[in-house]
């Protein structure tokens, strides 16, 4: 059993001896007193007790709520006869994921590689890339953010490849504005580019959305060029957009999809890679030349295969339809009411980001909302974006009172701000 008679100084005092003191440490100056304890569907608990409605989700690690009562069922009878397993054989659990996810992702892709977590499978992406092509550029978007491992950590905003020495080689790994084709056309051109890796919805950005045709001109560009197209739907995924791949919206078909977060169900760390027979061809030509211990293991692939069965149910894709346009109606009386504040709603299905006039403002909107009982984050590389990550599983009571606590969060930081100036 955990040890719960710490007191919440003693885990702070803790977490910044041995864990991590500039993460715990920044939290407190964001008023944000937090230690989790007790969670459940869509609330989380401080470990005194203070609840919150939980709109962060992991990045939608949660999209069907925390201790989701048919994943654990589904893990605790896995456990009966599986657990990790051994990467080198072929397993029960392994092959039905691998087949469910070949049948609900787009024709284009085929074989699946497994993972421990989002940053992996991207790495993992790369290497298929660059097998398939014999290219070593990668080209990704600014403000973009894949993971923080070996190559997906190149992919991202300095902040996170800078301090580790970690953007690569000089030309090795491109970064290009968002939505901007005439600079996406300038990096493939010369031909030298083994695949363009981009966030369907770029979530740490704060979820700009893709201007018409851009995507799809984008998968052109890449053909034209020789380059893979890369979707990362680490964030996207699993029915967050009201299909279950965002890139479905788009009209383009990947040749690699990168899942994660999601596929966990919250319980089971999991993630895949999704690839062409081009990307995956050296499978049959050295199947040991990419080796995961813990992807793929047996009992995340069992929980991950019931993940993809509940988020494709009708009534759940029903579900995502109607939080997604009745949170929006609410969302914008409240924007109505504040048009000087609160100035825009970034939207695909339940993929959200509230965008708001002032620098730093999500960060004071994200206090308030704390204080009031809600848990959403501020964009890292956007701080007047607030990330509004709504469950897929809602229902209207939870929404009502998600809007009333949301309106007098947005009216307490707008009164604030007027204050001050």
Known sequence: MVNVNMTKKQVLDRSIQSWNPGKTRQWQEDGIDFVMGKREGYYVFDMHGKELMNLHLNGGTFNLGHRNPEIIQTLTESMEDFDIGNHHFPAIGRAKLAESLSRSTPNSVRYSIFASGGSEAIDAAIKCARYATKRKKVVSIQNGYHGHSGLAVSLGHIRYSGPFLSQGEPGLFKQVPFNDLEEMEKALYEEDVACVVIETVPATYGFPMPEEGYLKSVKKLCEKYGSLYVADEVQTGLMRSGKLWAIEHYGVEPDILVTAKGLSGGIYPIAATIVSERAGGWMNEDGLAHISTFGGAELGCIVADKVLEISQRPEVIKNVEYVSRYLRTGLEQIKNRYPDY????????????????????????MRHLYNNGVWAIYSMLDTKVLQFKPGLLLDKKYCDELLERCEKSIKEASRQLAFVN
Request: no cysteine; charged share 35%.
């Open 342 to 365: 609160f100035v825009g709603i970034r939207q695909l299905g339940v993929i959200m980001g509230l965008e708001f006039r002032e620098k730093d403002a999500a960060k004071d909107v």
